[in-house]
């Protein structure tokens, strides 16, 4: 299983104070040095969100981290033409289509593929014509990934959020539908990644609870981690948790 390290969080305390000032030979932490970090603890690939607001990856960190680093690179964004010409612009391994709303924190809810699917049909064709493989964020239901399906996603990463979130009885629940929508996937032939929410204490019941796991998107836990033990580490502790869980 593959561990997808998500840096936006280095971007938004970049942003807390040079946001007016990126420019700045001050300017503070740098997005390159956290993805060199997260390639030295062993990540397979980096993430990271260019939000329509640029709230915190701006379009140069993307740039950068594109041409100096080595992993795959992810970009999540929102079906918009600006960021369908800028995915194109800057041809990442990989694209997440994210629902994207202004005032929430972070990626609240999955995309409603059913809903927008005349949307997402041409913007998925033109990425993956371009050679761009997309990746479609949806709540664990089998009618989101049947309608991944049908707009030929060579994969989705499903929503961990609201299993994240929840304990007992409801986290229970929401295992069974990752599980079951990552089957039906797995039948359709799609790719199954998930993401939002993964840590340190909820990993093992999720990995031992969906058989099916291609790669983990993890952001918010590896940079907390890190505070306490810096990147490299925090994400070699994360692979090597990861490792454990799936050995033989
Ligand atoms: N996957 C997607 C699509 C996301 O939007 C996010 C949050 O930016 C993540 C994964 C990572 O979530 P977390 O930061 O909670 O690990």
Redesign the pocket.
Known sequence: MLLGV?I?HVATLRQARYATMLDSFNAEPSVLEAAYAAQRGGADSI?L?VRGDRRHMQDADALLIREKVQLPLNL?MGNTPEMVNFALKLKPDYV?M?PEKREEI??EGGLDAVFYEKELAPSIEKMTAAGIKVSL?IDPEIVQVEAAARLKAPMI?LHTGCYANHEGELRAKELERLRMAAERAVELGIQVNA????NFQNLAQLVEGIPFLYEL?????LISHAIFVGLEQSVRDMKCAMSELTKA
């Open positions: 998500n936006d993430t969100h999540e997440c994210v972070t990626t964020f990463e993401g939002h929410g993964i998107n993890i952001g918010h836990t």
